[in-house]
């Protein structure tokens, strides 16, 4: 570098080889750059003759004298300015003492005009404070070495990605201040590469979509943004985001038959219309940006940012619905195809990304579930009806071990004298939380994930030792038969005949004493196993009844094959002959009963009125020939304790 002194020549009497003290660059430089170099009084090594000397020579690392450190100090700068990597020395207070060629043509400066510069303000690293705090550790010496990434400016308009390592420069005086070596690299090519992986990473090959990793980085960041989360601003200012969740109906067939080519073909044009439903409604609604994404399968999602409320995502889902309804012409098939779409809209705050995608795959399981081919709104309470289903399905099979369910017995009445014949058992779960259930709000489940068969056994066990207990109190009179309900999946999943004798035979209570109670589905088109079962048990003694005859299959043509003994007729029918509430009877309800009831008679049955509430009721069906009835005009059904009271009492019609 120009103005570099040399210093002060080496003492003829100078030993060579003579150890020399440390020379710095600030050294070196010090006549040019400060003034006069001030007198060191460093002690030499000894002259061959061993005498003391006492003037100071320096002398390089290597032992060479001044002059040789000074033509290493010119290599060095020579260096420095030739090195295609870009590089400059920074001093402590964050200025620019000199900078390379490579530096100053990266910045679009000559390297000259770099000096006095602050190299914060020329490669941006004061505009967060996390960079800026790290390279003032680094100039203040608290820290060793310090990287980061910036994205620069360049003069004539074009951008770059620089790698900037700052470490500090050692051998410096005490008497001078810090100093740093500060060099950038040019990795946009790097960069750039790195942005090509991420983006085959992050996005579908069929669909050339945005992928499942890519949508919930995109919504977890909009989600954690300030504005989506203030919620200390009023409500109509809060920001809202929504989300149409989206099912192909019916795309396995098409895998399966057409071949997967096909498939993705065909996902690749329902992306496109997708995408362009997304932009329609961009330009319709001002507002945040929308993603439309490939989550897997045949599974998409429309991430709206920012959204306007429920109408814009409602109107959303209908166009996505009419676009995908349009024929598809493939490689000359043609394919039609619908969607099932759970549409999500509400504000930000506190919604999470678990949260939000949760509501909308359950909206997306409701779509389904209500018929396909359309999009189903998030509502809260069925949601919470779900979770409560969900909840009560989880703790069903413990509750029976731990006895949470008791029966309650609704009267049989007979409808010519009023007098008790018998009794159906129901079921109650007294839940710690929810406390006392009714059948219909956990028999369903039970079917549904077979804990029916565990607890249909307890009922049935229950009910007949109840039944054997009230006729060992009254034995003077006649003894009540006990009607259990059992689901077909008793009939399915457990040796129904086997339990039903065992019961019986640690009860004590007679065959003829049982009645079971299948509904009309269930029985209707019965072959095979249930039939036989449904036959054995006849065979045994016990009754069979066919409940809520009249709603379901009504094949009449079945009653003569199945071993059945009773039926027991749909509320519905029953509430036709209502007279006391002003309601006018139902004239084809009553000549619908009257015709069941005498082919009921002719087939060798018994027939049961369900739901009979009112004494006119009860009047007309006994008319017709009902054999019993039972309904709240007799009795709700009550605890145990309640039903001895009625046994031999008075009639219970009022």
Sequence with gaps: MSGTSEGPRA??????????APV????????????????????????????????????????????????????????FNAATLPMGVVDGRGHVVRANEALGGLLGTPAGVLAGRQACELLDLATDDRTWHAYREVLLGRRSRFRCTRRLKHPDGRSLWAEITVVPMTGASAAESARVLLTVADVSDRRELQERLRHLQMH?????LPNRTLFFERLAATLETPPYQDDSLPSRQHARIGLCYLDLDGFKAINDTLGHR???????????????????????????????????????????????????????????????????????????????????????????????????????????????????????????????????????????????????????VGMADGVLRGVEALVRWNHPQFGVLPPNRFVQIAEEDGSIVQLGRWILRTACRQARRWELDHPDEPPLF????????????????????????????????????????????????????????????????????????SNLAYLSRLPVSVLKLDGAFVKGFRYEDGTHPSPADETIVEAMVQLAHRLGLTVTAECVETAGQAERLRRIGCDTGQGWLYSRAVAPEQIAGLIGSRPLEG
């Design 204 to 208: 579908d090959p069929v669909t050339r």
């Design 24 to 79: 710095t660059e600030r050294h070196a430089t010090a006549p040019a750059e400060n003034g006069p170099t001030p007198t060191d009084s460093t002690p030499t090594g000894s002259a061959p003759t061993g005498s003391a000397r006492t003037d100071s020579t320096p002398t390089g690392p290597g032992g060479g004298d001044a002059g040789s450190i000074a033509s290493e100090l010119r290599d060095y700068r020579a260096a």
């Design 262 to 412: 096909t498939g993705d073909r065909l996902l690749a044009a329902v992306a496109a219309r997708l995408t362009d439903c997304a932009e329609n409604d961009a330009s319709r609604n001002a507002g945040g940006s929308r993603l439309v994404a490939r989550l897997g399968g045949d599974e998409f999602a429309i991430l709206v940012e920012d959204s306007a409320g429920t109408q814009e995502l409602t109107d959303l889902a209908r166009s996505v619905l009419a676009a995908l309804q349009q024929p598809f012409d493939l490689a000359g098939q043609r394919l039609s195809v619908s969607a099932s779409i759970g549409v999500v809209e509400r504000t930000a705050a506190g919604t999470s990304p678990t949260g939000l995608m949760q509501a909308a795959d359950t909206t997306l399981y409701w779509a389904k579930a209500d018929g396909r081919a359309r999009w189903t709104l998030f509502d809260p309470e069925r949601n919470a009806h779900r979770m409560t289903r969900q909840s009560l399905s989880s703790t069903l099979r413990p509750a029976v071990e731990r006895g949470e369910f008791t029966l309650e017995y609704q009267p049989l």
């Design 482 to 553: 006990i009607s259990v309900n059992v689901a077909v999946r008793q009939v399915w999943d457990s040796d129904l005949v086997a339990d039903v004798a065992e019961i019986l035979a640690e009860t004590g209570l007679a065959p003829g004493l049982l009645q079971l109670e299948l509904t009309e589905s269930a029985v209707m088109g019965s072959g095979g196993r249930p039939l036989r079962a449904l036959q054995a048990l006849s065979d045994m003694g016990v009754r069979i009844a066919i409940d809520d005859f009249g709603t379901g299959y």
């Design 11 to 20: 003492s003829a009497g100078t030993a060579p080889g003579t150890p020399a």
